[in-house]
């Protein structure tokens, strides 16, 4: 089996790569980046994959089985169309499953929320595309946090998270670790999934 991952020069998708490649029994991992010189460090094969050039991203999934999306990067509304590049770019190269790491979150009323309505509408798609899928829907990330910190002290608060939009924390490398096993593991396929993790609670819940 042959599994890609986009954006695999970011922190997200390099995590989930190093993840997959230490873990790999006999399956090809190729990453696919913007800027694969971003991306030599991994030891992998490197192909090109811009959001926004649906022929170089249906030419870089040539051969792949299973593809892990990660969220793009660029405004909202300008994400859905770049989401959607990546899955009918999937469709016409034969990927037979997409996985995609979405967001918690509430969909009206918060500084996130035109960014959880474009991964919901991600979601969708991936949902609508016809390929086996897997969703996660990801915590906020703490490493950001961690190293706000002396920011936060000067404000005199973290608001993160808070009041009505309340969710999980989750480190990247824990968030890798999930995503392999969506890839992996087909008898997930079809769900989506809250991804955080706290202590004595199972850090995968389904939520479809
Ligand atoms: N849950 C949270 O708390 C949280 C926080 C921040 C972000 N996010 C989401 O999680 C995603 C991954 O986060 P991260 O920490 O890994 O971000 P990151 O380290 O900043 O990496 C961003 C990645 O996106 C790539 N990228 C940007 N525009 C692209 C395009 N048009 N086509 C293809 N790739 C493109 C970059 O490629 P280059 O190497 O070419 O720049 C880079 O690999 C983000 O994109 C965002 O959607 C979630």
């Known amino acids: 089996m042959t599994i890609a991952i986009t954006a695999v020069s970011g922190q997200l998708g390099g995590a ?3 993840n ?3 873990t790999a029994d006999g399956e090809t991992i190729i990453g696919l980046a913007r800027t694969p010189a971003n991306a030599k460090d991994l030891g992998i ?3 090109a994959g811009d959001y926004g050039q649906p022929e170089q991203l249906r030419a870089s999934l040539a051969g792949v089985d299973t593809l892990l999306l990660v969220s ?3 405004a909202p509304d300008a994400r859905i169309q770049q989401h959607r590049n990546v899955i009918e ?3 016409a190269a034969g990927v037979q499953k997409i996985v995609y790491t979405s ?3 509430v969909e009206e009323g918060t500084a996130f929320s035109p960014v ?3 991964n919901r509408q991600t979601e969708a798609d991936v949902r609508d595309s016809g390929l086996a899928y897997a969703i996660g829907r990801n915590g906020i990330y703490i490493e950001p946090d961690v190293e706000y910190i002396e920011s936060y002290k000067a404000k005199g608060e973290i608001a993160n998270s808070a009041g009505a939009g309340k969710c999980g924390y989750t480190t990247r490398s824990e968030l890798a670790h999930a995503y392999a096993c969506l890839l992996r593991n087909d008898t997930l396929n079809g769900q989506t999934f809250n991804l955080w993790a706290l202590p004595s609670v199972k850090p995968s819940l389904p939520i479809t």
């Open 16 to 18: 989930i790569a190093r």
């Open 103 to 105: 967001i918690q979150g």
């Open 45 to 47: 094969e490197i192909r």
């Open 20 to 22: 997959l490649i230490e």
């Open 72 to 74: 793009g990067m660029d």
């Open 116 to 118: 959880v309505q474009s």
């Open 89 to 91: 770019a999937a469709k």
